[in-house]
């Protein structure tokens, strides 16, 4: 069967730093990979190449047998909106909005009405169990309801694919588990494969399968070093 997302020969250079050396990658659809790897071994890089967000230097990154280099800005950005959902280390809310709106925020971007949209994220902010906050602001609640709010907000436009970056980064083990359960719970439900970038083993442990990132190379767990 056919990689929903992959890429191969990836290069990415800063200055004199490689940040990729070549890196081949493939994601199943309903997938969830855990991208494991020293800091600085190029995860991120990786995950920003698959997300369409740094153009590599070389290499492919092909989506629906689609090569992401092949389309325009904006078809890249639509693209994004359409099938893809981030959650970062530090949630990322605004702070201006409730939670509710927050997590509503990218299907009002993406042209969706106000209570359209608001009755998709409300779904979603139920399944994350933050429902009872939604008219909190950011800096009314918990990071880890914050977190919740963030994975609620990346699945409200039921994306095929989250690209999450250290999602617990932030969190102690207990919360962090709960967010990785519940996020990992809803993005099987609605068959969305997860990116997790994670540089710890107990985060990596909720994901079917694990890649190491070394040197800006990616090995699979048999062959990690
Ligand atoms: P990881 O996510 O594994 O910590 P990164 O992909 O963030 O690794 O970074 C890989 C290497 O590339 C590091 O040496 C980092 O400092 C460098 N790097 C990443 N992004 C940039 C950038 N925008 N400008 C300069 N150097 C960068
Ligand atoms: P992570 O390890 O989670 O990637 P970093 O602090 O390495 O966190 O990177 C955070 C952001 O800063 C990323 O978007 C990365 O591309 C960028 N970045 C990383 N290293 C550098 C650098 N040396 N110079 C400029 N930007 C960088």
Redesign the pocket.
Known sequence: SRALLSAQGLRKT??S?D?LDGADFALMAGEVVAVM?P???????LLHCLAGIVPPDAGTVLYQGKEMSSLSDADRSALRRADFGFVFQFGQLVPELTCLENAALPLRLAGAQRKEAEAAARNRLQQLEVDDIRHHRPGQVSGGQGQRVAVARALAGDPRVVFADEPTGALDSVNGDRVMQLLTDAARQTGAAVVL?THEARVAAFADREIV?RDGKVRDMAGAA
């Open positions: 800063y200055g730093t940040a790897g800091s600085g071994s190029g995860k991120s890089t970038v990132v």
